[in-house]
């Protein structure tokens, strides 16, 4: 059979009549359209935790980088002059009140203590001449027996008599002084620096010569940190809104952090604010005083100080997991009154403990998300739950870090504020 009439029994074998054909394409096209979509469903709305915000006041925590300083230094100088001749303390270590650090050479100020001593009895031995010779001359001259000059120069030589003893007895007093100074005690208890001059040297009470070392007492101690003119202008700012109070006669706590980050156990209170500004530096100092009975903090050493005492009332604050920052600034997840996710611009304030101060952007009965919100969009619906329902509190475990503290902020500069979740 010729190929082109077996090609076209093929076709109509495999494909059937052309009417065929067009009879099973319509019946297909029927039952796809008549195949209705089903309907998508919305997806159900996702649960997030939710923290209600209620003012509250809570305390205000400055900290400060703040360095240690004796609470009284002496230094220590020769007060006559004459040789060194010992050294009696171990320099470098703790000396008590009244013990002997230095001892110049005696000699020559016990010599002058004799002669001074030689010097009154013999003013004494001229005073008891003058008052014998008076005693006679006196009774004459009352019978007329001597004459009134006599007797007046008898009472001159008593006084001046009497004048001579008591310089000579300061002679002595200065004599005997001059050699106490000989024998340099430690006026203060307090740690002891290096001597600066050795045995046998010559000292004098001034000049580069009479320097011999200091003693600075450590308990208690002073803590010194400063504070700048745009911190205190935004101090003062805050106070005069109403969202800082001072405490009252500025009876300020200081509790300081060691440089390896534990906490000091010692609490000081403030005792000095200087009232004027330093010209070179546009800062006030600021004094703490600590006890320090073990001696653990000497004097140049740094620290951190957290200044207490002052409350900021009704403070919107957060958990500071549920703000994010972002390049125009920090925001939060709030839930509306159709339970729907909103985002906040918020500015925040300072830190207490893990929650941030929120100046702007809350108002009291907002409901911020605190866990929940990485994978949520503007305007979607949510299932809010409470914060305090989600977790029950747990006790916090002894020892525990409190969080970090709030610094005084800087207008001039944006504090580093910590990464977003």
């Known amino acids: 059979m010729p190929s082109g009439k077996q090609s076209g029994i093929r076709r109509t074998f495999l494909f059937g009549s052309p009417v065929i054909c067009a009879g099973l394409f319509f019946l297909f096209f029927t039952a796809a359209c008549g195949k209705k979509e089903a309907p998508k469903t919305a997806p159900p709305p996702q649960e997030v935790t939710v923290l209600s915000i209620t003012p509250k006041t809570v305390p205000a925590t400055f900290e400060f980088v703040a360095q240690a300083e004796s609470s009284h230094q002496v230094e220590i100088v020769a007060r006559v002059s004459g040789f060194l001749e010992k050294i009696l303390y171990r320099e470098g270590e703790v000396v008590k009140e009244g013990q002997v650090m230095f001892q110049m050479d005696q000699k020559p100020f016990q010599a002058q203590v004799n002669a001074a001593k030689g010097e009154v009895e013999n003013r004494k031995a001229q005073l008891w001449t003058a008052q014998a010779s008076l005693n006679r001359i006196k009774p004459l001259a009352e019978q007329d027996a001597a004459s009134k000059s006599d007797l007046d120069n008898a009472i001159g030589n008593v006084k001046s008599a009497e004048a001579g003893v008591f310089e000579a007895q300061a002679r002595l007093d200065k004599a005997q002084l001059d050699l106490g100074y000989t024998v340099i005690r430690s006026p203060v208890t307090g740690v002891s620096s290096k001597a600066l001059l050795r045995e046998g040297a010559y000292l004098q009470p001034s000049g580069t010569t009479s320097q011999l070392t200091y003693v600075a007492q450590l308990n208690p101690i002073w803590i010194d940190f400063t504070i700048s003119q745009n911190q205190r202008a935004f101090l003062g700012e805050e106070v005069?809104?109403?969202?800082?109070?001072?405490?009252?006669?500025?009876?300020?706590?200081?509790?300081?952090?060691?440089?390896?980050?534990?906490?000091?156990?010692?609490?000081?209170?403030?005792?000095?604010?200087?009232?004027?500004?330093?010209?070179?530096?546009?800062?006030?100092?600021?004094?703490?005083?600590?006890?320090?009975?073990?001696?653990?903090?000497?004097?140049?050493?740094?620290?951190?100080?957290?200044?207490?005492?002052?409350?900021?009332?009704?403070?919107?604050?957060?958990?500071?997991?549920?703000?994010?920052?972002?390049?125009?600034?920090?925001?939060?997840?709030?839930?509306t009154a159709k339970d729907q996710a909103e985002i906040r611009p918020v500015v925040v304030g300072e830190w207490v403990g893990t929650d941030w101060i929120i100046n702007q952007g809350l108002k009291a009965g907002d409901r911020v998300i605190v866990e929940g919100f990485q994978r949520l969009a503007p305007g979607a619906p949510v299932k809010p739950i409470s914060a305090e329902s989600a977790a029950p509190p747990q006790a916090d475990k002894p020892g525990a870090s409190a969080g970090k503290t709030s610094t005084v902020p800087d207008p001039a500069a944006k504090p580093a504020k910590p990464a977003a979740k």
Do not use: I
């Open 240 to 335: 005069r809104r109403g969202r800082l109070v001072l405490p009252k006669d500025q009876a300020y706590e200081v509790e300081l952090e060691l440089s390896d980050g534990n906490r000091y156990p010692f609490k000081g209170k403030v005792n000095f604010a200087d009232p004027s500004f330093s010209k070179e530096t546009g800062t006030f100092l600021v004094r703490a005083e600590v006890p320090n009975p073990k001696q653990e903090l000497r004097p140049g050493m740094f620290v951190k100080a957290f200044m207490k005492g002052a409350v900021r009332p009704n403070a919107m604050v957060v958990p500071q997991k549920a703000v994010q920052q972002t390049a125009n600034g920090h925001t939060v997840y709030v839930v």
